[in-house]
């Protein structure tokens, strides 16, 4: 397994398991990232913050800090 944040630019992977606690993955789980939930990695910003991602048909961007807490498959 690998985190969300290690994942390729063009990529589809799914999410495995959620780390983090309390709020933090509790505002993951809003976002619509949860376990079994296919995400598309569309960009990765030149520096690597934020990582743009499409889940369940809506485009997001994430912070870098928060993808590391998203472990995928």
């Known amino acids: 397994m690998k985190s969300l944040k290690e994942s390729k630019c063009g990529e589809t992977v799914t999410v495995q398991k959620l780390l983090g606690e309390g709020a933090l993955k509790r505002r993951i789980m809003d976002m619509g ?3 079994g939930t296919s995400v598309y ?3 990765v910003a030149p520096l690597g913050d934020p990582v743009e991602i499409t889940v369940r048909g809506y485009e ?3 912070r870098k800090g928060d993808a590391e807490n998203i472990l995928v498959g």
């Open 60 to 62: 997001l961007s994430i």
């Open 33 to 35: 990232i949860t376990k």
């Open 41 to 43: 990695i569309r960009k």
